[in-house]
């Protein structure tokens, strides 16, 4: 199993720009969410996903977009680029919405000018 | 609501050194309670978890975290530091929603091992 999967790894985009950040896992977890990570204020959850079809915010939601057509999948969008969205963003998924472990990918840097 | 608060975003210790990240969690049904560590460049694995059964949990790694909830706490702790162990560290909690359990994390502890 490759686990949790993003991509790109590191990202330059200029202000008003849009963009898609991949997230796929081969686990078949049904429960996949978005975080961002900023210094000194750890992960906060951006957007997450229960299964298949189902979407909703998290703490931060705002110039996000989201969409769950797969299991496997879960992409971010970002409409249109701010500095203030530059940041680390990690894609995580666990099994359902229980207390199983949440797996993390390696994340994607974005640097937004 | 729940939410956790860890104090001190930086700790420094000697190598061989105890090490305690400190972790308090607020709040008004019995939580479940995670420790996460992030390598440099890493995504963040799963050190331990509380879930309610015994107060005392082990890790991986050595670490091993003990729930008071007297004292409303969740600390980690190592008995002796190892270089290997420099990495940032997330004490996180179950935020219970009608749809969907929301893992929430607190700003993180980012702890150094000196020679």
């Known amino acids: 199993n490759a686990g949790v999967t993003q991509t790109p790894k590191f990202q330059v985009l200029k202000t008003g720009q849009s963009m898609t950040l991949q997230c796929a896992q081969d686990?078949?977890?049904?429960?996949m969410s978005w975080y961002r990570q900023d210094p000194g204020m750890g992960l906060r959850l951006i957007h997450y996903s229960v299964g298949a079809g189902i979407t909703d915010q998290g703490e931060v939601p705002n110039g996000y977009n989201v969409s769950r057509s797969t299991t496997e999948d879960f992409p971010l969008r970002l409409l249109s680029a701010a500095p203030s969205q530059t940041s680390v963003y990690f894609c995580?998924?666990?099994?359902?919405?229980?207390?199983?472990?949440?797996?993390f990918g390696p994340g994607t840097r974005l640097l937004v000018l | 609501a729940q939410s956790v608060t860890q104090l001190g975003s930086h700790v420094s210790v000697s190598e061989g050194a105890l090490v305690l990240l400190r972790c308090n969690y607020s709040?008004?049904?019995?939580?479940?309670l995670f420790w996460y560590v992030q390598y440099p460049n890493q995504g963040l694995q799963l050190l331990l978890k509380y879930t309610s059964a015994a107060t005392l949990v082990k890790g991986i790694n050595g670490f091993e975290a003990e729930f008071k909830k007297s004292e409303t706490s969740f600390h980690l702790t190592k008995p002796s530091a190892h270089m290997s162990d420099a990495a940032e560290y997330f004490c996180?909690?179950?935020?219970?929603?009608?749809?969907?359990?929301?893992?929430?994390f607190g700003t993180g502890t980012q702890l150094k091992v000196e020679l």
């Open positions: 709040s008004s049904v019995p939580p479940y």
């Open positions: 995580a998924s666990r099994p359902g919405q229980s207390l199983e472990t949440q797996y």
């Open positions: 996180a909690v179950i935020k219970a929603t009608g749809g969907g359990n929301k893992l929430t």
């Open positions: 686990m078949n977890h049904e429960y």
